[in-house]
């Protein structure tokens, strides 16, 4: 993996506080129209070479933020920059095409991502002629081979000619891997690419991302709630929920030094044979209790929007919305346990003792 000094150059494409909201049209609340919330506050930044995991259960928004990037929904309020340009939301035809070429999507499911009529030389030959990277039969053939040949769909001229029926899951994937190498893109935006195929194979298609990040030099954005998949894959890691940002930082700060209880919780529930063991030899399960679901983002809750799950919520989470504590250089959270100058800027034993009393308080409430 690239080590954090790798954010010494530019990044390729960044987001700057998005926010996106859907109306309700047809829903009043009072005199206003409803709207959904989405995503608030959202800043990331793509570098070349290197991947960013975007980690949350599904409805946090994270779709959302990919789709931003790639300009299938323009922002509410905020700012895409590419190449250090601010993107302008308005312009359509040909510049929204020039810029989707170097921002590729690659969708959750690939049989439905794939046109079932067509086979897979038309879906990888539209976007060489598309963008002007094939001028003949010719030239489109030998690009279409060596695509095949670049996802290891080899040999190439046994797949060129089949259909999305005649492959299996993992091999569908190649495709619509291929499909946006094809467009010769920068920035690659992966929306739970292995989470529809089985198990078996799926470190096969992190290990392909893996070794195109490399070799292409391309900025991954890896959306998943699998956060051991974005360990494995990604060099740093967002967490997201119900919108917002809660925590990021280097893969391994976060994962070995989790800080919000939100990303304590995604941990708590993902694999991990030590903890299955030390459950079995000693009955102990220190996982973080899983309560309620993600909230309406209609009625967002007021404050820190975690607080009605947390086990450590205190008063002052209900009321504001917590601030980013850089917790270790390049790891940060958004939560009132590390940020002392909003929490009447208690000590942090105070700030613990205060979060171990609501969490027995909560518990002694629970089994009423």
């Known amino acids: 993996m690239n080590n954090f000094m790798d ?4 990044p390729v494409l960044e987001a700057v506080h998005l926010h996106k909201e859907f109306p309700i049209n047809q829903m009043k609340l ?14 990331l930044a793509l570098y070349p070479g290197r991947a960013t995991a975007l980690v949350g259960e599904s409805g946090s928004g994270k779709t959302t933020v990919a789709r931003m990037l790639a300009r299938v929904y323009d922002p509410t309020s905020g700012e895409i920059r590419f190449r250090g340009n601010d993107v302008n939301y308005k312009k359509r035809g040909a510049a929204l095409r020039d810029y989707r070429r170097h921002i590729q999507l690659v969708f959750q499911d690939p049989f439905s991502s794939l046109n079932p009529v067509h086979n897979v030389r038309y879906h990888l030959s ?11 039969e010719r030239e489109v053939t030998e690009q279409v081979i060596e695509l095949l040949n670049k996802v290891s769909l080899t040999p190439a001229e046994q797949f060129i000619t089949k259909y999305p029926h005649q492959l299996s899951g993992g ?10 190498l094809a467009a010769r893109p920068e920035v690659v935006l992966a929306d739970e690419p292995v989470s529809m195929l089985d198990v078996s194979i799926r470190l096969d298609i992190l290990n392909l991302m893996e070794r195109l990040k490399i070799e292409e030099r391309l900025a991954f954005l890896f959306i998943t709630h699998d956060i051991a998949s974005a360990r494995y894959f990604a060099e740093d890691i967002l967490v997201m929920y119900a919108g917002q940002m809660v925590e990021g930082g280097l893969s391994d700060d976060v994962i070995q030094a989790p800080k919000h209880p939100y990303t304590q919780l995604l941990l708590s529930v993902a694999p991990d044979p030590q903890r299955v063991e030390q459950v079995m030899n000693e009955g102990a399960n220190d996982a973080v209790p899983a309560r309620g679901e993600i909230p309406s983002l209609i009625r967002p809750p007021q404050g820190c929007r975690f607080h009605p799950r947390c086990p450590h919520a205190m008063a002052i989470c209900k009321e504001k919305v917590p601030g980013r504590t850089e917790v270790a250089p390049g790891h940060w959270t958004n939560c009132f346990l590390y940020d002392q100058s909003e929490a009447d800027r208690k000590p942090a034993s105070f700030i613990q003792a205060d979060a171990i009393h609501n969490a027995k308080a909560l518990q002694k409430e629970e089994a009423k």
């Open 7 to 10: 954010h010494e150059q530019q």
């Open 30 to 43: 009072g005199s206003r129209s409803a709207s959904v919330h989405a995503v608030e506050d959202t800043t």
């Open 126 to 136: 539209r976007p060489l002629r598309v963008f002007g990277h094939a001028k003949n």
């Open 171 to 180: 091999q569908r994937q190649r495709v619509a891997i291929a499909r946006a």
